[in-house]
């Protein structure tokens, strides 16, 4: 069972470049969030999308716009990257705002940028 | 602001000892709070507590929740080095569109 998947796992940038970070999930789930993870802080909440269509900031906006392509889509993309970007980036969804379950994540994105 | 902290940062103990891993919470309208283990990648959902008092078990773990004092503890007994991981506590709040909010994580080092 595929889940969450991520892509790509691995990234360098350079300062000012562009990407996309893209997640998928195959669960029929509603709400899907990018969470970042540095050391000694925690994951921390990016931006959110509790439904096709919609998407919120979370707590660390800045530096990134997100797309809810689809139900099962939602990507990240940073316009030009930072060296305060580079990080483990975690995708993950559940299945329903109201339902109060667990969110399943994808294996990560370590993202360098130099 | 909402607030998880978890404690220790970091623990290391032998296999066979038994663990407490503490996170306490200060959010306004909660709904749950949810227990993940995370070793290389993902992190592995563990726990979910909605009520207090009520124990979740699952082989040698273990997970209780307290909304009076706004605390839960994860118990380990009889550790073993597969359990070596970060431990991650989050608490999710009521018509906050369903997110997360975590903790900064347990390190716990189990040695042979």
């Known amino acids: 069972n595929a889940g969450v998947t991520q892509t790509p796992k691995f990234q360098v940038l350079k300062t000012g470049q562009s990407m996309t970070l893209q997640c998928a999930q195959d669960m029929n789930h509603n709400s899907m969030y990018w969470y970042r993870q540095d050391p000694g802080m925690g994951l921390r909440l990016i931006y959110y999308s509790a439904s096709e269509g919609t998407t919120d900031k979370g707590e660390v906006p800045n530096g990134y716009n997100v797309s809810r392509l689809n139900k099962r889509e939602f990507s990240l993309r940073l316009e030009s990257a930072a060296p305060s970007q580079t990080s483990v980036y975690f995708c993950a969804s559940s299945i329903h705002s109201e339902m109060n379950t667990e969110a399943f994540f994808g294996q990560g994105t370590r993202l360098t940028v130099v | 602001e909402d607030k998880v902290v978890q404690s220790p940062l970091s623990l290391v103990v032998h296999e066979g000892d038994t663990v407490t891993l503490n996170c306490s919470y200060e959010?306004?309208?909660?709904?749950?709070l949810l227990w993940y283990k995370q070793e290389k990648k993902a992190p592995t959902f563990l726990f979910m507590l909605t009520s207090s008092g009520i124990e979740k078990k699952s082989g040698r773990l273990s997970s209780i929740l307290d909304k009076k004092e706004l605390f839960s503890i994860l118990n380990i007994t009889a550790t073993q080095t597969g359990d070596s991981a970060v431990y991650l506590c989050?608490?999710?709040?009521?018509?906050?569109?369903?997110?997360?909010?975590f903790g900064t994580g347990t390190r716990l080092a189990v040695r042979p």
């Open positions: 989050a608490v999710r709040k009521k018509s906050s569109g369903d997110k997360l909010t």
């Open positions: 959010v306004t309208n909660f709904r749950s």
